[in-house]
């Protein structure tokens, strides 16, 4: 039986790990994975940075917003927290979209803040919605409204900062129109947010599509959801988003993909090109 040459070797361990290459870069490169880590603290019952040091965070650029989004869960309730460095103060609307079978197609379930600012009095108020399939339409859930949002303000170091928050259930008696999910830690929903400046007539979108098309979910962030067994808080960095550049740049499109923690994947790559060609090259050996 005819030997291979190294030369066959060698070609053919390219061309494998050529292949690893072409087909992993694209999906490690274009996808934000937001890990949902478990809830000990709840919030609004320490300072801002204590009620989200245990969760799953990831930074964020939009209009002229920075900012982090934070993501927490427990056995009951998901808890989303949007802080922004700045103190808001013009009439906007911050909503959350859900792909809540994460089938990376349409938005189904949508959570909004609405700010407002008349005669420089601060107030907020906060809406359920839903998407229908391929309707950019967010329509008001006329069911009971079953999840709080609160907004707070803080500064640290003479730098303002805004905190939107949101408790919303995994589990309610709105089966059309609510998340409903049994069983978190074996679950991976979309999530996505928009903010609209009204009276400028400004929209943009975090991981949505272009306006009109945020509710398209294509271009979502996953969350992973921890269990029951991750009880312990996770240990982080307590360090706030330094203060924001300043920038007149406007966006309406999904944003880039910037923020995707891609530097460990070329190491993974190289890991995986020296084993297939060391398993090669014993292949090789012993036929020799």
């Known amino acids: 039986m005819k030997q291979p040459s190294m030369k066959h070797v060698w070609g053919n361990s390219f061309v494998i790990c050529l292949s690893i290459g072409i087909i992993l870069t694209p999906v490690l490169g274009n996808t934000i994975y937001i890990n949902s880590y478990w809830n000990t603290y709840d919030f609004g019952s320490n300072s801002v940075t204590v009620d989200w040091s245990e969760a799953g965070k990831v930074d964020f650029t939009l209009l002229n917003f920075t900012g982090s989004l934070y993501v927490k869960n427990d056995e009951t309730y998901m808890f989303v927290g949007i802080m922004v460095t700045e103190r808001l103060s013009e009439n906007m609307t911050w909503r959350l979209n859900f792909d809540v079978d994460s089938d990376r197609i349409w938005a189904e379930d949508a959570k909004e803040i609405i700010i407002y600012n008349i005669s420089n009095t601060f107030s907020f108020n906060y809406s359920d919605k839903f998407y229908l399939q391929n309707d950019p339409t967010a329509y008001t859930d006329l069911n009971e409204r079953n999840f709080y949002a609160a907004v707070r303000f803080f500064s640290v170091f003479d730098t303002e900062y805004s905190m939107l928050e949101f408790r919303i259930p ?119």
């Open 170 to 288: 995994f589990q309610s008696s709105d089966l059309l129109y609510d998340l409903q999910i049994l069983d978190p830690d074996t679950y991976i929903i979309g999530l996505s947010f928009d903010v609209f400046l009204t009276d400028l007539a400004i929209q943009a979108s975090w991981k949505g599509g272009t306006y009109p098309q945020f509710a398209n979910a294509s271009y979502y962030a996953p969350v992973i959801f921890a269990g029951p067994q991750d009880r312990k808080r996770p240990i982080f960095e307590e360090e706030l988003p330094p203060p924001p550049e300043t920038t007149t740049a406007l966006t309406t499109g999904p944003p880039e993909d910037k923020y995707a923690g891609a530097s460990s994947y070329p190491a993974v790559i190289g890991i995986i090109t020296i084993i297939l060609f060391a398993l090669v090259q014993r292949k090789w050996r012993k036929r020799k």
